[in-house]
């Protein structure tokens, strides 16, 4: 992988990025950290992050601005306007992340992670994300007690273990390890004062070895291209001396040897040579090749009675398999544009047809082969939570929810007492009807009234199947009979963007569903064309499942029905 450029380079070389650089230093003049540095301090080591990770011109300004929105009076608008809505796009991903918080339930972790995914729609902004927690991480002593305990559990919970599942191994260890002295300072000093030696100990003792792995694989024609050592991180390091009653001698990977080749035939050759000099700890040989970790991390991992009796871990990589285990789908982007023959500075984001990846899979679908820049980019695009919202009650839990799904939906996922007694809700500290159709990242509070019951006009439009049979049930056990309504067709509503051929891509979808569109009526709100079809669709389901196809086409920004 090419080396990036450094930030002070691609400020001289690029004039956009110059630009923002120059914004970011106006709109934060005269503002201060915790720690008494200027404010600008922060966005500059957020975008250099970014830049190091060899991201594209429109990450870097986004990281150079990330804060402004939340922090100065320059607005999304401006951005927009002075540096296009891609930019303004990834700004307002990263601030909405920003005012999420990890209230410390366990088991809300998953959910928090999916919800975060959602609300980014796009990986960069988690990139960008990562790197603004990374030099806030770096500055938390500056913070009271009681904040940075808070912030450290958030960034080892939620932020390291985000990196993991994207395959950022680096960043994910670095912020446990600077999370670590906050959530757990006794143990940290407890740490420092009993290993320190142990570690210079095992250092010089690899420093010995390397020359003699090296001999070994120069004889057996082996061209390696690096042999180093990685120190294992405090943080996974008392995890593991947890395990193991606190005896440090148990411990065998203190130290690991890592072994750079070129390829793949060259990793397995590695191996067979180590195997062939030092025998093998039983059972200790891991193939992270044939069968990756669910992150997508890839390797040999060996252990053997190495040299002077020592056991000795070893990893063997190739040089891609290196840069993804430190920087993740970061070095997929910088490797898909180094087979480009466009420079750095011209990486260019591209907007085709969306790629889908499986968060059930842990976005393992990062080991696939994209045929150029353009397609692996499109590949950060999240669309996996399409199809679900994540909203937040009062006490921070978060509620996985249909898409479209409103107050109702939610009340009933709480508890069915909670939406048979709903009488109202807020969002986001707004009152809203019933109906309202909640999107991912609200804040919603249900009022209940005693004696209450549910309304069967609720059945009009809740979206999730509990809230439905919940209200039917409860309908039932109150003596009420649900009146049969004659429904006669179905009327589709879609904004759109006012792109040549999206009129025809919208009529194949229903053509290829088997639903029969009867009129077709166009007007212009005060942005996008509003498209309705009329259809002979009683169906509920069959309606539903043919929104979920439509939401496919990138030129649709909003879709909704009715049924008459």
Wanted: charged fraction near 30%; hydrophobic fraction near 35%; proline fraction near 3%.
């Amino acid at each position: 992988m090419s080396k990036a450029p450094k930030i002070e380079n691609l400020i001289l070389k690029n004039e956009r990025i110059k630009k923002a650089y120059n914004l970011a230093t106006r709109i934060h003049q005269g503002q201060k950290r915790k720690n008494g540095e200027p404010y600008f301090n922060h966005v500059l080591a957020t975008a250099e992050t970014v830049a190091e990770w060899e991201l594209d011109e429109t990450s870097i300004i986004a990281a150079l601005l990330h804060d402004s929105v939340e922090d100065t009076n320059y607005s999304l608008e401006e951005i927009k306007k002075e540096f296009g809505e891609e930019v303004s796009f990834l700004v307002d991903g990263v601030t909405k992340l920003g005012k999420i918080k990890y209230r410390g339930i366990e088991r809300q972790v998953e959910n928090l992670l999916k919800m975060m995914l959602a609300l980014s729609q796009d990986l960069r902004v988690i990139i960008i994300k990562l790197a603004d927690r990374f030099h806030n991480m770096k500055t938390l002593s500056a913070l009271p007690p009681q904040k940075q305990k808070r912030i450290a559990l958030e960034t080892s919970e939620i932020y390291a273990s985000l990196a993991y599942r994207l395959g950022m191994q680096w960043i994910s260890g670095e912020l446990e390890d600077l999370a670590f002295p906050y959530i757990y300072p006794k143990e940290y000093r407890w740490l420092i004062d009993n290993i320190k030696e142990k570690y210079e100990e095992r250092t010089s003792y690899t420093e010995k070895t390397k020359p003699i792995i090296e001999e070994k694989l120069e004889n057996a024609k082996i061209e390696v291209l690096k042999i180093d050592s990685r120190a294992k991180r405090y943080s996974s390091l008392y995890k593991k001396l947890l395990r193991y009653d606190m005896d440090i001698e148990k411990i065998h990977d203190l130290i690991a040897l890592r072994i750079i080749v070129k390829n793949i035939e060259d990793c397995y050759a590695v191996l067979g040579v180590i195997h062939n000099n030092w025998p093998p700890l039983p059972n200790r040989i891991k193939d992270y090749i044939a069968l990756p970790k669910p992150n997508g991390y890839r390797g040999l991992h060996t252990t053997v009675f190495f040299i002077e009796n020592k056991i000795t871990e070893i990893q063997i990589k190739t040089q891609g398999m290196h840069e993804e285990a430190e920087t993740g789908i970061a070095a997929h982007w910088a490797y898909e544009l180094s087979k480009d023959t466009k420079k750095y500075m011209d990486k260019q984001p591209s907007f085709a047809n969306k790629r889908e990846l499986q968060w059930i899979n842990q976005l393992k679908n990062w080991q696939n082969e994209f045929s150029n820049p353009e397609e692996f980019l499109e590949s950060l695009k999240i669309d996996f939570f399409k199809d679900r919202i994540f909203v937040i009650t009062p006490k921070g839990r978060v509620i996985d929810l249909p898409a479209d799904s409103t107050p109702v939906d939610f009340a009933y996922q709480i508890h069915t007492d909670i939406g048979n007694s709903c009488s109202g809700a807020k969002v986001n500290g707004k009152i809203v009807s019933l109906n309202y159709v909640l999107n991912s990242g609200d804040l919603v509070e249900i009022h209940t009234q005693k004696n209450k019951k549910a309304s069967e006009s609720w059945l009009d439009f809740v979206k999730s199947t509990n809230a439905r049979s919940n209200i039917r049930s409860s309908l039932k056990e109150s003596g009420k009979k649900l009146i049969s309504k004659e429904i006669n067709g179905s009327e589709v509503k879609i904004i759109a963007e006012d792109n040549i051929g999206v009129l025809k891509e919208i009529t194949k979808i229903f053509s290829r569903n088997r639903v029969n569109i009867s009129s077709i009526n166009t007007f212009t709100n005060a942005k996008f064309p509003v498209i309705k079809f009329k259809c002979d669709v009683t169906d509920r389901r069959k309606i539903e499942k043919l929104i979920l196809k439509l939401k496919v086409i990138p030129s649709i920004k909003e879709i909704n029905y009715h049924m008459f």
